[in-house]
């Protein structure tokens, strides 16, 4: 509960279990989070969840959020030996970005860069 009830900002809600996808959803703060998990459920209904704090100001390209996944094996922690892969990925939302409200939050291909939400 702390920050999140604290805070009156929107959260992304990602199933523990899911994939391509499946089950993501935006909370708009903490109280929406709560009533939503209720009404599928509880959290026992509905699995474990991943909750995330939704960046709304984020960096964009010509308009679009996107991220970039860098991979990194940590070999030792002492002393720190770090490898990074040469090849990453960039992700894209396929819709322009908005600042989130309560009227697009449900428009998931402008907010999040789920490669299996933006391929549909």
Do not use: W
């Not at 929406?32 to 509880?42: C, P």
């Not at 720190?80 to 939050?105: D, I, S, W």
């Amino acid at each position: 509960r702390g920050f999140m009830s604290e805070r009156n900002e929107p959260l992304i809600v990602k199933p523990d279990e899911g994939a391509q996808g499946d089950g993501i959803f935006i909370a708009t703060d903490y109280n929406d989070l709560v009533s939503r998990l209720r009404t599928a459920g509880g959290i026992e209904g509905k699995g474990d969840v991943i909750v995330q704090r939704y960046i709304a100001r984020p960096m964009l390209l010509d308009g679009l959020k996107f991220d970039l996944r860098v991979y990194v094996l940590v070999v030792s922690l002492e002393p720190l030996t770090v490898l990074v892969c040469r090849e990453g990925l960039a992700r894209f939302c396929t819709a322009p970005y908005q600042k989130p409200t309560t009227k697009n939050l449900h428009r998931l291909t402008s907010h999040l860069t789920n490669y299996s939400l933006n391929k549909r």
